[in-house]
C-alpha cells in the first residue's frame, strides 16, 4: 500500500549511492524501479535489499496485484474510513488467490476516489454510511466504469462480498480476461444475482 519506514527510505538511498543509481521511482504499482543501474549489479542491490522492503506481489499480467489505498483516516481530513487497515486485510484475504487475469484492487478512503476504484477491478471507498464496493473496472487500453455492487457495507460485509465476486470471477472468466471484461461478456445480472 505504499507504506516504506524512514529506516527503509535511507536503506534505498544508501544502496542506490552505492551502486551510482542515478534517480528512484517508485511507480503507481508500488515498485521501485532504479534508473541508470548498471544491470550487473541489479542482483547484488536486490540482495541489498531484500531485508529492508515488505515483500510485494511480483508484476505480472496474470494475478493479484498489490492493493492500492489512499491515507484515509485518520490521515486525510476528507477520509470517512480506514482504508491503511482494509486495504492490509484485503491484501491478507487475497494473497496466494490464483486468478484467470490480472486483478488491480484500490480503497479509496472518500467518494473522492484518489485511488480510482471505479477503473480497477475490484474498488472501494468509504461514506458516512459504510463501504461501497465497485466491481469490473478497467483503466487499461479498453476502459471499462466499474459497477457499484454494494453500498453501507461494514468492514466485514465489503471482505465477503469482495470475495463472493472475485469467486465468481475466478469461476467464469476466460484465461487472461479483466473482470470488467468478464462482466460485459455475462452481463451485470449475472455476478449480481450469484453475490447477492
Excluded at 34 to 46: E, N, T, V, Y
Excluded at 125 to 136: C, D, H, N, Q
Aim: proline share 4%.
Amino acid at each position: 500500500m505504499g507504506i516504506v519506514s524512514p529506516d527503509q527510505l535511507e536503506k534505498m538511498a544508501v544502496v542506490a549511492r552505492k551502486y551510482k543509481v542515478e534517480t528512484l521511482k517508485i511507480t503507481t504499482g508500488q515498485h521501485l524501479k532504479m534508473l541508470g543501474a548498471d544491470q550487473d549489479d541489479l542482483p547484488l542491490i536486490m540482495e541489498e535489499l531484500g531485508g529492508s522492503l515488505p515483500s510485494g506481489t511480483p508484476h505480472a499480467k496474470v494475478g493479484l496485484h498489490n492493493v492500492q489505498a489512499c491515507s484515509g483516516s485518520p490521515l486525510c481530513s476528507c477520509a470517512k474510513g480506514d482504508t491503511l487497515n482494509m486495504g492490509e486485510r484485503l491484501q491478507k484475504t487475497f494473497s496466494g488467490l490464483v486468478v484467470p487475469g490480472k486483478v488491480k484492487v484500490a480503497v479509496s478512503g472518500c467518494a473522492l476516489n484518489c485511488c480510482e476504484g471505479y477503473v480497477r477491478d475490484l474498488g472501494i471507498f468509504a461514506k458516512k454510511s459504510g463501504w461501497t464496493l465497485i466491481f469490473g473496472g478497467n483503466a487499461a487500453g479498453r476502459p471499462r466504469i466499474g459497477d457499484v455492487i454494494a453500498d453501507k457495507l461494514s468492514d466485514d460485509e465489503v471482505i465477503r462480498l469482495a470475495e463472493k465476486c472475485l469467486g465468481y470471477y475466478c469461476d467464469n472468466a476466460k484465461k487472461g480476461e479483466r473482470s470488467g471484461h468478464m462482466v460485459a461478456r455475462l452481463g451485470l445480472d449475472s455476478l449480481l444475482k450469484a453475490v447477492k
